[in-house]
């Protein structure tokens, strides 16, 4: 997933794996630090915050499993003006 220069936020529905890569920012799990360019562990549960990406504007965040989140139009893109945020919502198949 990308994160562009923003702040990103999404809840842990179930335990799974993460990294983040890309450029320097602050990365928390659960309201604790955590490094980038290293596996972490989430909780259910647990929020993962991405936070002040500065010498840079982009970030990127692997998920070992799925994301799920809201459609619009077909996209589950999070824009600045729709802000969608992940969630376990499923939506039947088109």
């Keep these: 997933m990308e994160i562009t220069a923003l702040d990103f936020r999404m809840k842990a529905q179930s335990d799974i794996l993460i990294a983040v890569t890309g450029a320097p920012l602050t990365l928390t ?9 290293e596996p972490v562990s989430v909780r259910a549960g647990e929020t993962v915050a991405v936070r ?6 982009r970030a ?8 799920e989140a809201p459609t619009l139009l077909g996209s589950c893109a ?7 945020a992940c969630s376990s919502r499923k ?3 088109s």
Excluded at 29 to 37: K, L, N
Excluded at 78 to 84: G, I, K, N
């Design 29 to 37: 799990v659960g309201g604790r630090p955590c490094s980038q360019w």
């Design 91 to 93: 939506e039947p198949p």
């Design 60 to 67: 990127y965040l692997a998920v070992h499993g799925s994301v």
């Design 52 to 57: 002040g990406i500065n010498r840079g504007l």
């Design 78 to 84: 999070r824009t600045p003006l729709w802000a969608s």
